[in-house]
């Protein structure tokens, strides 16, 4: 069966330090990554989008990167983080579309990662 | 565009209570319709989908219709536990890449 895991599970950091945030994905290949942020009393916003190996696609303009190094493996990162950049995010797979259904397949999603920047 | 609108919360039921969380979509074509839970501190978990009109999804006593004529997917539970207390999540997918399209989520408190 295929697992997902995010960490660290709850993170403090200052304003304007580093961030890494890992996702990684087992038990599936070739699978497309999101990166999620649910922010205090708002919904999920799509951050990042990954269909393969180094293929990024940014949804929302900010100070945060993704990369994708390994196929199955998601890093969500920041040089310099802003208060506003709190939240809960959340690391997502799906299967690989097959025959044009991509629309069909649920996304599966990772316990989540508590920011908190202080 | 695309969007998925929710009901406000909170939502306060006691236990046994029938429950109607609605959902409305906008949407050209046919995307696929999704609920998900989220519990406290954890990530989503899907509860059901349907993926086209009059398509019923159904898990734990939960149901949701695909309704095209009304654009809409309202989940329902006929006899609410305190362990259904939780956030609930309407969504689309829709295009080449199936990205999900959140509504703002649902809070559900059942009392005893």
């Known amino acids: 069966s295929q697992t997902i895991h995010q960490w660290p599970a709850t993170l403090v950091q200052p304003v304007g330090s580093p961030l890494s945030l890992e996702c990684t994905v087992e038990?599936?290949?070739?699978?497309?990554l999101y990166w999620y942020r649910q922010a205090a009393g708002r919904g999920l916003q799509l951050l990042f989008y990954?269909?393969?190996?180094?293929?990024i696609s940014s949804e929302v303009p900010q100070n945060l990167s993704a990369s994708r190094p390994q196929d199955r493996q998601f890093i969500l990162s920041s040089k310099k983080l802003l208060l506003s950049d709190s939240g809960f995010y959340l690391c997502?797979?799906?299967?690989?579309?097959?025959?044009?259904?991509?629309?069909?397949?649920?996304?599966?999603f990772g316990p989540g990662t508590r920011l908190t920047v202080t | 565009g695309n969007s998925v609108t929710q009901m406000e919360g909170p939502v306060t039921l006691s236990e046994e209570a029938f429950l109607t969380i609605n959902c409305t979509y906008t949407a050209t074509g046919y995307p696929s319709l999704f609920w998900y839970v989220q519990y406290p501190g954890e990530g989503l978990q899907l509860l059901l989908k349907?993926?086209?009109?009059?398509d019923k999804g159904s898990n734990k006593g939960f149901e949701a219709t695909y309704r095209k004529e009304t654009t809409s997917f309202h989940l329902e539970k006929g006899s609410v536990q305190v362990s259904d207390s939780a956030v609930y999540f309407c969504a689309l997918s829709k295009g080449s890449q199936g990205n999900l399209i959140f509504g703002k989520g649902t809070k559900l408190s059942v009392k005893p």
């Open positions: 349907a993926t086209k009109a009059d």
């Open positions: 990954s269909v393969g190996i180094g293929q």
């Open positions: 038990g599936t290949s070739n699978p497309n």
């Open positions: 997502a797979w799906r299967s690989r579309d097959r025959g044009g259904l991509a629309g069909s397949y649920e996304q599966y």
